[in-house]
């Protein structure tokens, strides 16, 4: 697989600064000794008061940092200013993230987070030179009147207006239906790789062949270490943006861990 597969945890509104700091540890020491060649790109998003918590085990380690990179898990858009409770990509690249998860469906829902604001989320985060992680996906009613393909096509053009194919091929989308996530129903894995194909193929109508080569997609929704390896076989799927598996060390690992099978296969 040419694309470098992505683990990534999103850690939501879950734990306290120590509980926060001693699971990222337990992740790194259990990967210290493998090489970062071998492993996905192994993301981790914590609250915003666990990010310097968690950044400052993974400046201490000594060696292998990049391969585990820390996320933002939203901001806003503008550098600083009067925006009461907002973070800025500055203050997140400031707290170690590299990555920045923009367009959760928990944050269009309850936050009414519109595709304009996120369209100008990603443009900020690329412009300091981080990478989004963007979110769409459908509702079960979406699903169920058979207009998932248009809805998501909608969420990836907006989401993307204006920004340069090189910037595109940068990115990373995770294509996570509403009605997978935290609920313990998974996408069948073909129907997931059918839909993140046809998010590549809009990538590549929007930003030319070569961004819809590069660009990583990810899958997300009741991720499990028991799913991971069907959807990594997948060819569209290039990992997976895992919620409540990420809070576990055991599950976490053992998703990093299935996804190195399918890796050397
Ligand atoms: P879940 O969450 O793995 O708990 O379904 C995924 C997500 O919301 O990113």
């Not at 400052?56 to 996320?71: F, H, L, N, P």
């Not at 294509?175 to 839909?195: H, L, Q």
Request: with cysteine.
């Amino acid at each position: 697989m040419s694309r470098k597969p992505i683990i990534a945890g999103n850690w939501k509104m879950n734990m306290l600064s120590s509980d926060a700091k001693s699971l990222f540890e337990g992740i790194k020491s259990h990967w210290s000794e493998t090489s970062a060649t071998v492993m996905p790109q192994v993301i981790i998003a914590p609250t915003f008061t666990s990010l310097w918590a968690v950044s400052s085990v993974k400046c201490s380690c000594g060696c292998g940092c990049d391969k585990i990179a820390i996320a933002g898990q939203n901001c806003h858009w503008e550098s600083s200013g009067a925006y009461t409770g907002e973070i800025s990509v500055e203050m997140l690249a400031d707290a170690g993230c590299s990555y920045v998860i923009i367009g959760h469906s928990e944050r269009r829902q309850y936050f009414s987070e519109t595709d304009e604001m996120i369209n100008k989320k990603a443009k900020s985060i690329l412009s300091k030179g981080l990478i989004p992680i963007i979110c769409c996906g459908e509702t079960l009613e979406q699903r169920e009147s058979g207009i998932t393909d248009s809805w998501i096509s909608g969420q990836i053009r907006a989401a993307l207006d204006g920004i340069s194919s090189e910037d595109i091929a940068k990115s990373v989308i995770a294509y996570e239906p509403i009605w997978a996530i935290g609920t313990g129903k998974t996408c069948d894995a073909d129907e997931a790789n059918r839909v993140i194909a046809m998010i590549r193929s809009v990538v590549k109508e929007v930003a030319g062949e070569s961004a819809s080569n590069s660009i990583r997609i990810l899958y997300g929704g009741s991720v499990k270490p028991e799913t991971i390896a069907e959807q990594m076989s997948k060819s569209d799927i290039d990992g997976a943006l895992v919620g409540g598996a990420s809070l576990k060390v055991d599950s976490f690992n053992k998703i990093i861990e299935n996804t190195m099978t399918v890796m050397v296969n």
